[in-house]
């Protein structure tokens, strides 16, 4: 059983940043793991994964070149780099995790994955 625990949310300013943090309970070999969003209102939106062992990361268009996805693994943490934030980042910021040797195609996919956090919050003010 894996246990995710996000941290490193709150509150900026558009044009900001914020780094958040997902530290797992044991070593996480050959997992993937995503971070989700779900705004209030809105379905929950996959918007970047990594796999743990290949190291092949994937972003939501709408991220991308914005948000790192990145790993250490000697702490067993996941981060999200979040820079140029905007208002339509707000959202509460979900880890989670899948155990199987690639990302799956449908890397954004809520369903795919078996292990979640319990989420913080991002709010970014125009």
């Known amino acids: 059983q894996v246990q995710l625990v996000e941290s490193g949310g709150g509150s900026v300013q558009a044009g900001g940043s914020l780094r958040l943090s997902c530290a797992a309970s044991?070593?996480?070999?050959?997992?993937?793991v995503g971070w989700f969003r779900q705004a209030p209102g809105k379905e929950r939106e996959g918007v970047a994964a990594?796999?743990?062992?290949?190291?092949?990361?994937y972003y939501v268009d709408s991220v991308k070149g914005r948000f790192t996805i990145s790993q250490n693994n000697a702490k067993n943490t996941l981060y999200l780099q979040m820079n140029s934030l905007k208002p339509e980042d707000t959202a509460m910021y979900y880890c989670?995790?899948?155990?199987?040797?690639?990302?799956?195609?449908?890397?954004?996919?809520?369903?795919?994955?078996?292990?979640w956090g319990q989420g913080t919050q991002v709010t970014v003010s125009a």
């Open positions: 989670a995790a899948l155990l199987r040797p690639y990302c799956p195609g449908a890397w954004d996919r809520a369903g795919e994955y078996a292990y």
């Open positions: 990594i796999h743990t062992l290949r190291g092949n990361t």
């Open positions: 044991g070593y996480m070999s050959n997992y993937c």
